[in-house]
């Protein structure tokens, strides 16, 4: 069965510094989602990404976030000037653009900023 | 003013017995809603979706909506261990999709 993929699993990073979170989304998907959830706390909506542009973001995706498209698979965010209240599980998910709207989430990439 | 609001918990159950879960949300303009069940350290999973009002019933699991009371239920029968998890509650709304901070269930052997 086809599943949304992220790597790394974990990233451990320093304050001040950009990191970059990889997604591979299932591949007849054409929406793309990043969400992010702080330890204890909900599931936050940050970016959805249709036809190679961005198509709604919170306001917590701010200008120190970006998102990219850079192939036909590949899915990227990337964080810039990293804080400590960056520190998430950052999970990337997709969906078709027709059928269920309910998102398919990946594994999750785990952010330390230290 | 919170999209979608769900009880925190903990909701214990035993074993065999139903487990209801329950969630409200503000926007009326809503049209689809969605249960996802979370493990710790894990991604969401959806488990249902919803779009009209009444019942939707998936094996052990039923939805229920009701758009009057701005209102989406789950009920798990013959809760096993296994169902322990985060429950969390979506909606479309304005065109994202919001969780709920979830509702933690543990079913006791």
């Known amino acids: 069965e086809p599943e949304v993929t992220q790597t790394p699993s974990h990233q451990v990073t320093q304050m001040g510094q950009e990191v970059i979170l990889r997604c591979v989304p299932i591949?007849?998907?054409?929406?793309f989602y990043w969400y992010r959830q702080i330890l204890g706390q909900k599931v936050e909506f940050l970016v959805s990404f249709y036809n190679n542009e961005i198509s709604e973001k919170s306001e917590i995706f701010d200008d120190q976030f970006s998102v990219e498209r850079p192939d036909g698979s590949n899915f990227t965010l990337k964080i810039r000037s990293t804080k400590l209240e960056d520190s998430a599980m950052y999970f990337c998910?997709?969906?078709?653009?027709?059928?269920?709207?309910?998102?398919?989430f990946g594994p999750g990439t785990r952010l330390t900023v230290l | 003013q919170k999209e979608v609001e769900q009880n925190s918990g903990p909701l214990s159950v035993p074993e065999g017995a139903i487990a209801s879960l329950n969630c409200t949300y503000s926007d009326r303009g809503s049209q689809s809603f969605f249960w996802y069940r979370q493990y710790s350290g894990k991604s969401p999973e959806l488990i249902m979706s919803i779009y009209s009002n009444g019942d939707k019933e998936d094996g052990r699991f039923t939805a229920q909506l009701n758009k009057a009371s701005q209102y989406v239920s789950l009920l798990i029968r013959d809760s096993q261990p296994s169902d322990s998890a985060t429950y969390l509650c979506?909606?479309?709304?304005?065109?994202?999709?919001?969780f709920g901070s979830g509702t933690k269930l543990n079913v006791k052997p």
């Open positions: 591949s007849n998907h054409l929406y």
């Open positions: 998910a997709s969906r078709r653009d027709r059928g269920p709207p309910a998102p398919f």
């Open positions: 979506a909606v479309i709304s304005f065109n994202k999709f919001y």
